[in-house]
């Protein structure tokens, strides 16, 4: 019931977060206004030459590389 409930029906929990992870600007919570940041695009491309697909982000459960070392060729004869 909307009676029953506290103040905040939700608390927010806004926040800016930077291409590193780390907080531009903090979750904030429990009050009204709008956040606004500036941030530097160019940090953005630095942070995309950190992905590490064969460290921490490996899921070898779910992505598998498979290379054939067959020759291929365009053309395929079958006499069946």
């Known amino acids: 019931m909307l009676s029953k409930s506290s ?11 930077g291409p590193d992870g780390n907080w531009i600007v903090p979750p904030v919570s429990k009050t009204e206004g709008l956040i606004i940041a500036t941030i530097d695009h160019h940090r953005v491309m630095e942070e995309r030459q950190n992905f ?10 779910v992505l598998q590389l498979s290379v054939n070392r067959k020759r291929i060729t365009s053309a395929v004869f079958r006499d069946e």
Not at 52 to 61: A, K, L, N, Q
């Open 7 to 17: 103040e905040w029906l939700a608390d927010g929990g806004s926040c800016i977060a």
């Open 52 to 61: 590490d697909p064969s460290g921490h982000y490996s899921r070898p459960d």
